[in-house]
């Protein structure tokens, strides 16, 4: 068994980083191989709407057509016996461009444009999705982040197979907040949220993990 996750945001040692590395660890713990990608280090690009995975007998049909350094990632993940854990922070109401490029990569392929619509994915994915951002949880529903959330898991568990997701809320953006424009932050109340809060959702992700290697 297998899990492997994916760091969607340019930073490698930070909380999302962290976040996915605690539950690779609590899927290490259980006995499951793991690895981490981070998504920066590759060069590619998002869907270019070629139609090549819809196309009826097409060498491609219910695959991505693309060829870059996304692509053995995407074979990866749908042959091998893998659960996947995808993690990015929030940028301006949603992930990150690269991430957003894996995502339509990774599932608009296996969307069958039936009645009703359908998945030709070739097995069941055990999938989760860690989130990071600046914004307090009291600030949610006023940013429409909840229905972001919803709006992604729905197709993952839709395409994919079963997926949960886990938030972090609030996070440290800034080691130095005194070097920064960032007025309306309290890095008082920052820092002290990441030391009482933040290991908390460390330890989310580290359970994640293990149910993760369990499924598997």
Same mark, same amino acid.
């Given at each position: 068994m297998k899990v492997i996750a994916v760091n969607g945001s340019p930073r490698k040692t930070w909380n999302t980083a962290t976040?996915?590395?605690k539950a690779l660890e609590g899927a %290490? /713990?259980?006995?499951?191989?793991?690895?981490?990608i981070h998504l920066y280090d590759?060069?590619?690009?998002g869907c270019g709407s070629c139609f090549g995975c819809k196309t009826k007998g097409g060498n491609s049909y219910g695959r991505c057509?693309?060829?870059d350094e996304l692509t053995p990632l995407l074979q990866r993940i749908e042959k091998e016996n893998c659960a996947v854990i995808l993690g990015s922070p929030m940028y301006f109401g949603g992930v990150t461009g690269e991430m957003k490029s894996l995502m339509e990569r990774l599932l608009f392929p296996y969307l069958v444009y039936?009645?009703?619509? %359908? /998945?030709?994915?070739?097995?069941?994915?055990q999938t989760g999705l860690i989130y990071t951002m600046n914004c307090p949880e009291a600030f949610i529903q006023q940013v429409n982040y909840d229905r972001y959330f919803s709006?992604?898991?729905?197709?993952?568990?839709r395409i994919l197979g079963a997926c949960e997701s886990l938030y972090s809320y609030d996070t440290l953006q800034f080691e130095d907040y005194s070097k920064m424009v960032a007025d309306w932050m309290?890095?008082?109340?920052?820092?002290?949220?990441?030391?009482?809060v933040f290991p908390q959702d460390c330890q989310k992700a580290f359970d994640m993990g293990v149910r993760f290697a369990q499924a598997v």
């Open positions: 976040l996915l590395q %290490a /713990s259980q006995g499951a191989e793991t690895e981490l590759l060069n590619f690009k057509a693309m060829r039936s009645n009703p619509p %359908a /998945s030709c994915c070739p097995r069941k994915i709006q992604n898991e729905g197709m993952m568990a309290d890095p008082q109340k920052k820092m002290q949220r990441h030391r009482e």
